[in-house]
């Protein structure tokens, strides 16, 4: 497959993947959002989104002060921020029109409709007036474009490096989410407000009722980062997402894509063989501060392995 073809197949489904998880992280807030908290704390949980996504001087440049409308508009609407839906969508978009020849009618049809749709939504006012809804919409759209495409397109290198592209953006979705609640949740909160806090977040990476199969007891934050990091059942796991990542890598591997499939299999064993205690001693948010950096130095393995042309 040309690195070209490739490049835009990775995308497409990775730009797809940002744009489910933007609206699983803005979800997420404005449940918390609705519990009883002081403005300060509720301003704080909106800042840390935008510094753990990486936007907050993006932010700060077109805002003076925090607020949940105005991070709702920059995160959605705003075509500038290019982790924002309508720019994910857009180039999701773009990008399976540059390889429209590879792809199926239907699942070229599902990313222009997504887009379509999704100017008609905005502009129809829907994220204002109901913006959960909104979210539920972004996600729906996400889960149709994976299954038309593991429905109907031949599994082959191009679904490979779409799904390379898919779960790679996954794990540092989930690492940053899970990052971001722990690292902003106060000690010694009241019980009921603890279990609204992981269920808001539990709900946003779609583990709610898997908690509730998995373990039949109360919500503890050390079995929300086990469940979140160490289940290879649990879909949007970090050893899940992994586990698509390293097959996939062996798939579509080639003479320079050594060393790419070595750290991801070592990273890949690292989480296979972990236990939740010893990472907690550790320290969770040094241990996923460095999972982000490894995944981050894997995307670019693979751009540089697979998608950029390699030097004559």
Known sequence: MLSRTADHLFWMARYTERAENTARMLDVN???????QSEDAARQAWRAMLGISELQQAYDR????????????????????PSSIIACLTEARENARAVRGTLTTEVWEVQNQTYLDLRRRLHGGQLRADPSQFFEWVKY??????GVTLGTMLHDEAVHFMRLGTFLERADNTARILDVKFHGTPEGTDARRDFYHWAALLRSVSAFEIYRKVY?????????AELLMLRADMPRSLLACLDEVVENLREVRNDVSSETERLAGQLHAELRFGRIDDILARGLHDTLTQFLQRIYELGNRVSRDFLVPLAA
């Open 62 to 81: 077109k805002h003076e002060s925090v607020t949940q409308r105005d991070v709702i508009e920059f995160m959605v609407c705003d075509p500038s921020n």
């Open 216 to 224: 039949r007891d109360v919500i503890t934050p050390a079995r929300v």
């Open 141 to 146: 759209r996400s889960h149709l474009s994976r």
């Open 30 to 36: 404005v449940q918390t959002a609705l519990l009883p």
